[in-house]
């Protein structure tokens, strides 16, 4: 795999010394840099900073039917804001729930209904199986898998290619285990790879035997509109490849303004058939009186105001894109010959992923944390926290800014080449 | 018990014809009156107006510890919203989480929490168990009953006194029943009677020996500033008291500020000791990355600006005191001396119990809505919707004006009597 196989243990033991000492250098330093979570950065929250005030009067606080929403009521949104989502994604307002601040907390919410009352009224809870399995594409995202812990549902782990899960494994393993209730699946700008499925995997998501007659796909269409181009990747709408496919019930679809606005204040969206929606309605009718209408009402109008949310997201754009284009920069600078690594290049989305030689990864990151500079913990992108070959590193470059990303990636290259070395040492 | 038991049958038939034609005389108006849910009305949402634009620099988004409020993290609240709720319900940082817009949802996930994971990390989760019961103080708060009924949890009712649940029934029941989990509290100007616990109440539950070890206390503290007079009830700590008697994490406390500033857009708080906030936020972490922490601290800049938060809820009862009087007044003037019903004076809260004739609720109720005047549907405040001796009626005052109350209060008390009448006769 490496160039590094060609030198004689004198020559990889020099090599060692010399990059040990440029790394001892940094060692030297107070370093403290954080690649590790996909958080926007400070400039990129300035952008929405008008949202804060766009709701100045009474006029402000009726919705589009003239209710007042400063008060209960309304559990699946103001009419605004489902149709908001609803011309994003193509789904009608009966399709869709606004939520609150958090897309994991519906996601979270739907598998535990799911768990205590089945996916309809008609279904077994989960909680009453012997056996829970969900599908994981890997790598993945981590807050995925630790739902599933959290359930003790059992993971099973496909792998992805470059269109998305292995359809041939995922279509064997569905068809044949009726344990398995669901996958997980960011579909679009993946976690952490930025790959977006391709129609034919979509298709066949959509179209494949499942023993289960509960099965569900998990969709989390977190970076729908998180594009670093101007020529964007397309995803097949999986609703109405569901519907097509006469399986209309089989798909979850999520996402949020997390990342188009403020992480920690959005909005958020629950999408899947009217049936499926009704479901949901009747449960979580239960656990809450609805979302907070006015700031739904407050991301409307400012996306109003500001002309678009497209507008928005290409600002962001122009600010992540470079911090993308200094990590792939440097990666391709530093490693590109040695053949010690490989890595993704996304038209969208937070992440890059970062393969080490194989038994390098929790090396790495261990090296990198060190000095100083924090990334994803190795495995995290893996059910159960473990990389069965132990090479994959998310890489999170929207935070830091793009000095302090230049550093932090001069030493993850650095630290990804000596653990390398130290490897082939070994052998 | 009533004065109609004095009338001869041709007196009774006489007397109901007569309210028979007042009451067809408000069939021919089109009325429209509500009188059902608590809900403020839109002269209160006013007060808290300025809240909306109180924020309006990045000065304002970072917290008291300078994080950045804007971004992910913090899954507790920003710390001035701990400080706010742990000033008012005396409560250290580390008692507090603070949530988003909804307290119900709190509650909801607290006990799928426990039906999922069990109450601590030793605890048998209760779906795990043949049988769960709660104790349900009645009448009380459908929303408490309907998180029962969803998760399949017998309810058992006991009778409120004046000075909250009656004692020798909770104490017997839970000593002798491991099967009995949870009590259900309101313990403030309590749902719907407006009673406020004594302090031997709040101490004979901190003490009581619960056969069920992870026996949980829900004192579901909505109204504890919601006071209608300058001498509201005081009510005994009881976090504090289960402290002192040995089991501090005998007790969950919830509050929001949902009647407090907007009902769909407040803060709410998950309140108990240091070790039940720590196994929560532990699971809750799973959940979400953490509620809207700029509603928090929009909040706390807005109750700082009016001079705090007492001064708003003065405001408050200045407009809801005169509904209150209102509704008194009439049933007074209208039912008083005919000893038909009685009825609850509350020195705060939201509500005003009505107990008609026994057997005469759902007649009532059913009477006002063929006019127009919806009310809490009767039964609606005991557990599966059923008042055994169906006379109990919430009255919830806030959200009409006091000339639309004035009407309905008038036709509820028409009503009152007429069902009354017709059971006599009947009889």
Known sequence: MSQLKNMSLSELTRHQEELQKQYDMYKNETIRLDMSRGKPSQEQLDLSMDMLTVLTNESHVVDANETDIRNYGLLDGIPEAKEWFGTMFEMAADQIIVGGNSSLALMHDTVARAMLHGVDADATPWAKLPKVKFICPTPGYDRHFSICELFDIEMISVEMTEDGPDMDQVETLV?????????????????????????????????????????????????????LTDTPDELLDIVKQCEHAGVPNRVYQFASTSKVTFPGSGISAFMASKENIQFAKKLMGIQTIGADKINQSRHIRFFEQIGGVEKLMKQHAAIIKPKFDQVLSTLEQKLAEKEIADWTTPNGGYFISLNTMEGCAKRVVSLAADVGVTLTGAGATYPYGKDPVDRNIRIAPTFPSLGELKKAMEILCLCVELAAVEKVIKQ
Chains 1, 2 share one sequence.
């Open 175 to 227: 068809a044949n285990d009726e344990a398995i209730k669901g996958i997980w699946c960011v579909p679009k700008y993946s976690n952490p790879e930025g790959i977006t499925y391709s129609d034919q995997v979509v298709q066949r998501l959509s179209k494949m035997e499942t023993k289960a007659t509960d099965f569900r796909i998990f969709w989390d269409n977190a970076y729908a509109i998180h594009h």
